[in-house]
């Protein structure tokens, strides 16, 4: 009688440990925008979630230490003039968060230490060079103050973000929606995906297009794709008869997928996280209560399914803790906060070990928070991968760093029109601009009048 061999993998046993009702945040307006994003960001000190407010385009940024039930008067980062579709936390600068919306404009917000004691209104920098509403915003991994945005014009911008300037514009190569981008661990490559189901990965300084497959999946819904460490492509996607697939491919050989494996009939998008120091792959969508995850090998058959978590309630999206913000005593190898309608609770992914003793399987060294490139450098053409740091002694977070940004640049160009005598045109744009500046806080008082008195 033959018997199965079961797969040795140090993570087949990995499970998911929901934080208690007092570790988690209550009293959260979770945004009801329709945009497969995570609306969530987090880092070993803060924790950002884009949330309903009056007005639109507010999120909220909590110390990880302020649990329990939130007051109703927490101040919000609101500068957008409308909703919010993305944040993505600093990986440099823990303090140092980007957000996009649908005003077409992207704003780079500066957070203190402690958090914030009142309302955020004044971005350090807004990046305009959109024309439709930005729906990705995604920090390079390695080069300093180097931002990438997408948005519904099918455009990816590169920012340097010190200086305010879109350096790279890619705008002929989507022909339709972005629907997702990613980089590669030292940032040299973008993987994306596009509502033309094409699947793309691209040199992001010069846009040559590297690789290409048509079709990854066969259904029209939308396609997800992220890039491993050595260089395959894993999508996720839906299936003619609307079944949810998980796909890894080869891009020297995009014929036919390595493995491509079908999971259920939902109907939410599979969001894909990808942990390099693993190799493990966890799937995650909005109106799902579960999470999958995979890890990938070099042999056949490439991608091995080893467990899910499930729970009760769905998930409206959710952020990954950075590897050095994990809890290295417990064997902690991820941790997702999970969005709910009006909360968010941490989900610890954890390998059971009986030895209390730190596991160097388990935490090879991973990225830490500086910078291996200048964006100077990285435009110029240069490429590093992350500058890596051992989480045996714990990982305790950095005092607030300074973010430098060149004030003479983002600020209006008066010395320009003032060194060639004064432009009438000039003048005149910056007053109308005033003016409208000055109707539109009008407007807003005119609304916060009217939501009080209805009270």
């Not at 919306?101 to 959109?130: A, F, I, K, N, Y």
């Not at 796909?247 to 995009?254: G, V």
């Not at 070990?353 to 964006?375: I, M, V």
Request: proline share 7%; net charge neutral.
């Amino acid at each position: 009688m033959s018997r199965k061999v079961v797969r040795s993998s140090k993570f087949r046993h990995v499970f998911g440990q929901p934080a208690k009702a007092d570790q988690c945040y209550d009293d959260v307006r979770i945004s009801q925008t329709t945009w497969d994003s995570s609306f969530c960001s987090v880092n070993p000190k803060f924790l950002a979630m884009i949330v309903e407010a009056s007005g639109g385009g507010a999120f909220m940024v909590l110390p990880l230490a302020k649990t329990g039930r939130l007051d109703k008067s927490q101040p919000l980062v609101c500068g957008h003039t409308a909703p919010g579709r993305d944040i993505g936390g600093c990986p440099h600068n823990d303090n140092t968060i980007a957000s996009g919306s649908e005003d077409c404009t992207v704003m780079v917000w500066e957070v203190p230490d402690g958090g914030l004691v009142r309302p955020l209104m004044e971005p350090l920098v807004t990046l305009e060079g959109h024309s439709k509403r930005v729906g990705i915003v995604a920090w390079h991994p390695t080069a300093q103050n180097v931002l990438l945005s997408a948005g519904c014009d099918n455009a990816v911008l590169l920012w340097d973000v010190g200086s305010g300037q879109a350096l790279v514009e890619l705008r002929d190569l989507h022909p339709d929606t972005i629907q997702s981008v990613a980089w590669s661990r030292d940032g040299s490559r973008l993987c994306t995906s596009c509502r033309d189901r094409r699947v793309r990965v691209i040199e992001p300084r010069s846009g040559r297009l590297l690789a290409e497959k048509t079709n990854p999946h066969e259904g029209s819904r939308p396609v997800r794709a992220v890039l491993l460490d050595d260089g395959k492509i894993l999508t996720t996607g839906f299936s003619r008869m609307s079944e949810r697939q998980v796909a890894l491919w080869d891009p020297a050989q995009l014929e036919e997928p390595m493995n491509l494996q079908e999971l259920d009939t939902s109907s939410g998008v599979l969001l894909p996280h990808y942990d390099p120091d693993t190799s493990m792959v966890y799937l995650c969508g909005k109106g799902d209560s579960s999470i999958r995850y995979f890890e990938v090998t070099p042999e056949a058959p490439y991608l091995h399914f080893l467990s899910l978590f499930s729970s009760k309630e769905s998930q409206r999206g959710g952020g990954w803790m950075p590897k050095r913000g994990l809890d290295v005593s417990k064997c902690e190898i991820a941790r997702f906060y999970k969005l709910h309608e009006r909360r968010c609770e941490p989900i610890a992914m954890t390998v059971p070990r009986k030895s209390d003793l730190f596991q160097e399987d388990l935490y090879p060294d991973t990225a830490g928070p500086d910078p291996a490139l200048t964006a100077e450098e990285w435009f110029g053409g240069k490429d590093a991968g992350p500058l890596l740091i051992s989480l045996k002694d714990g990982y305790v977070p950095l005092k607030s760093r300074e973010f430098k940004v060149n004030k003479s640049i983002l600020e209006p160009r008066r010395s320009q029109t003032c060194s060639d005598g004064g432009s009438p045109r000039t003048l005149e744009k910056l007053t109308e601009d005033v003016r409208q500046l000055q109707a539109t806080v009008a407007e807003q008082e005119r609304r916060i009048a009217v939501l009080e008195a209805a009270k």
